[in-house]
């Protein structure tokens, strides 16, 4: 190991450590005091409530652990959401953590539960909420009511699509958060702990003048034998939850893109080969990922050595690994056809940081073969955006980029997006950043995003400062500009980190380099439960 | 000249006919309860006769349709095997009377041995020492056992330490001897503490009494033999020839035909020996005098049912030492409770003959059942014998040890570990325990489980894994926010926690080499071991080199509905309810009989947890129970 790897290496590690230390905050919820008193009535974390939940040895993708970082507000956002199997059907999973004020609500909580409804969407997937929240956060309630009715009216828009809901109360869920169960197809309410009202004791009271009690008003027994509004009746949170895995296992659920469902190498000795597509691991091993993303992002690092330690190895069905298109074109950006899990993926990866006009029409040219042949797209970042200069502008970079951006904006292919370092600029969008809606996006520790870098960024302010000190024939204070550029160099930094970004929702999550291949085979698994075909039309191409 | 012979019995001891009719160009037919329609004798037999319904009483024990089916089938010969019928003078009389030839002694020696009374005044008069007990027994008398007269299998039989005890004891014993046997007669020995079982082995022919040394078969359970040897260990050589030399007296007293057992009690104490009782029969234990003087006894009853006298070239030379245990599907931890359920998996390794007399010295196995085969409640719940023959006692108790502790026996609860925990006692390994040799040794505690559960939780999780329906090459248990252990649990509060993830399976203490449903091996402070797993239901097997354990797993989830109310009076073992002494409504105390419950040889009886009004009878009289089912529900008032 050469010593620059080995520095990668450490500042990876250390990356990570702090990766774990800010998801345990998520974990911890409201801390010891209040989850030892959650236990101590008897009742089960979110994420007990979701281990119970999804079938045994599956895997939990949680979505937005750090929803909320930086913000006044608990890391997590007192929701937990992801993705995990029940019954053999691949759930959008969302859990109230009643440890963090109650499970109330937070505008980063909605933004959260926004962000999951939109992947549940997006990709069919049967929701099922577990159910325990004290409402909204009232001191934030002006950023939660209004957008908040969202909520309930994609619940109702995924029955509508024929995407099954299912809603599992235990404990509070009133006001406005009665309609959770409301709106869902399935309702199941845990007795004695669930209770669904839109107005308790006191609003009654004051309302009309009636005295009443919790049980009347939103027990579950009443809801299971007056009201109806609860389906099933659990004698306990335990028995909720399989109730609820007795619902999904009834739902004949289906994927939309049925193709026999690959297998890992692990079984393909025996009876898989016969009958079933086989895939191999990574020819290179994914720990060397650690050992590839340099400290300085100006330092371009080869994709393919990513490609190589995240996509299926050589095998039968596979004779290579990665099938490079346009391999002399362009090349600082690599394009490519490969599979993951079996699955097959064409692939764009920055190579060099900068996009010129070649690699904007190479990408243009792949993004479109994808879609003519139904192959989803997997985007990995690490760019420094479009190219700058007189020779790039009057060659029409703008116009180029325009292209790629057109591309990536109206192919119908679903796409997956990953940023390994520098997502900067137009660059960012190019490659199929946030706003350009990728099924998924997740970040390495490594990463960082912002409208260009922050010296760049503080160097042109500094720039623009100046000249117009000068326009209005001022002296330029110089000792301001040094402060003024380390400030913002130090808040830009700050604002284009991972754990930043995330908590702003703009990523699904910060991932350990090492398993991005799961998180890929994952998220391609994900996406067939939804249809998809190739876009047969694009905007304008401006020649 | 016997053509096709029927075997009026089932399981092993069938198979064990069937394998020397074959090698002596005799057909075979058998016949089968219900039960047993699938059971591996009723397929190796050339015909197979259907009797009607599970019970014994309304199969093995019906003589009339056994005779029927001889006849039906076209059999010219009856071979009772052990047990049911086979030493049933009434069931020998009908085989002849149907003018078929019965491979036994004639229904008068059985008569003659079937009753212990008339069998000690005749040994008596033949001059074989016998146990007399005094007719008034005082305290120097004691301590004293009452026997059933015409009882076996330890049923009726009660030690007697006091004077005190000796009328209940009696009653007791003629009670237990009536519903057992039919015949409430008992009757007094004096009870020799540390006495050992030794028997000889006879064949009764035209031309005299042939004696095939004895058989020790002292370590016994419930007065029921499990591990038997040959010859017997620790016998001065003197003994050892008066005890053979009673032996054909006996025989020759009766002039009896055909292979037979004359049991002693030896006192080593004194160097005595005294008659028992003659099995008139083939025994469970043969196979050790088979190996150890080169005779296939089933050949030698057959020639003797064929009116000839054994040829001497068919018995070859004495040599080395044999023991054998008896697999039982028993609990020893529960008072040897009976098992029933599936056998999912039976492998012995290093077998190298099954009903063989071996050319050579080695192991061999007598099974009645096969993987997959189901252990009923209606019979006897012995699933096989290994026998070990070596030069040497050492060597072949060494090897019938290794070869039980490497059995794979799976799905169902055997006597395994405490067949291997007898023959690696040294008490056993000196030679000569007496017949208390088990209540004196009870059988040690379950071992703990240790890595043996870590390797069944991997093994379900791996399980699991080859079950997915999607996602399927994702790592076990993988999360991108970890928040807690992956919980295994097997019922005996016994939990394995364990991690999945990218790096493979994690656990505290171990590591996880490799996986897969059916072995998973371990490394502990760096030795690794391999365990191979088997699944069935809720059941995991377990076998390492270390041992074997069984697991049973703990659902995630239970429905209530499922749930079992409070009082209810569950089945403790899979049997009959032979009575019901409550009815519906009726007020109980705490410990008060509900109801008694039969299966295999042993009565149970189903107490009241606590005080109460009995507000559910799901049974009654005559009704056959799963272990689990309710009986009853006591509501506590």
Redesign the interface.
Known sequence: MTAEVGANRAAMLEKLAELDAE?AK??AGGGEKYVDRHHARGKL?P??RI??LV????????LS?LAGWGSDFQVGASVVTGIG?VE???CLITANDPTVKGGASNPWTVKKIFRASQIAEENGLPTISLVESAGADLPTQKEIFIPGGRLFRDLTRSSARKVPTVALVFGNSTAGGAYVPGMSDYTVMVEGQAKVFLGGPPLVKMATGEESDDESLGGASMHARVSGLADYLA?DE??A??IG?RIIARLNWR?AVSRS???????AGSFARSFARS?AEPDAE?EGLLDLVPTDLKEPFDPREVIVRICDGTGPGNMRPFDEFKPLYGPSLVTGWARI??RPIGILANAQGVLFSEESQKATQFIQLANQIDVPLLFLHNTTGYMVGAEYEQGGIIKYGAQMINAVSNSSVPHLSVIMGASYGAGNYGMNGRAYDPRFLFTWPSAKSAVMGPAQLAGVMSIVARQAAEARGQDYDEKADAEMRAFVEASVEEQSLPFFLSGMLYDD?V??P??TR??L??CL?VIENAPFTGARGYGVFRT | MIKRLLVANRGEIARRVFATCRRLGIETVAVHSDADAGMPFVREADLAVRLAGDAPAETYLRGDLLVEAAQRSGADAVHPGYGFLSESADFARAVIGAGLTWVGPTPESIEDMGSKVRAKDLMRRAGVPVLDAPSQPTEADLPLLVKASAGGGGRGMRVVRSLDELTGSVTAAEAEARSAFGDGRVFLEPYVEHGRHVEVQVVGHPGGVLVLGERDCSVQRRHQKIVEEAPAPALPDATRTALHEAARAAAAAIDYRGAGTVEFLYDADSDRFYFLEMNTRLQVEHPVTELVHGVDLVELQLAVAEGRSPDPRTIGETYGHAVEARLYAEDPSTDWQPQSGTLTAMEVPGVDGEFDLLNRPGLRLDSGVQPGSTVSIHYDAMLAKVIAWAPTREQAVRRLAAALRGARLHGIVTNRDLLVEILEDPAFAAGGVGTAFLEEHPPSPAVPVGDHAIAAAIA??ER???S?????????????????P?RTEFEGDLAVEWY?G?DGYAVVGVTVVSA?PTEVTLERDSVATTYAVSIAGSRVDVDAPGGHRALTTVP?????ADAVASGSLLAPMPGTVVSVAVEKGDQVDAGQPVLVLEAMKMQHTVTAPHAGTVTQIDVRTGSQVAAGEILAVVEET
Do not use: M
């Open positions: 998801h998520a974990v974390l994420r007990e281990e119970l079938d045994p040895g599956s895997a939990f993708l949680e652990p199997v053999g059907v691949e004698a335990y028995d939850i399989r895995r994927k469902e690959p297998v890992p190498p692990t079984f895939f994914p899990h079996g999550g991932i350990d090492r398993d799961t998180v085979a994952i698994s | 379900l999780a699991d894994r080859a997915r329906t999607v996602q399927q090459g994702v790592p076990v248990a993988w999360r991108n926010v970890v928040s807690q992956q999945g990218r897969s995630r989830f239970a429905d209530p």
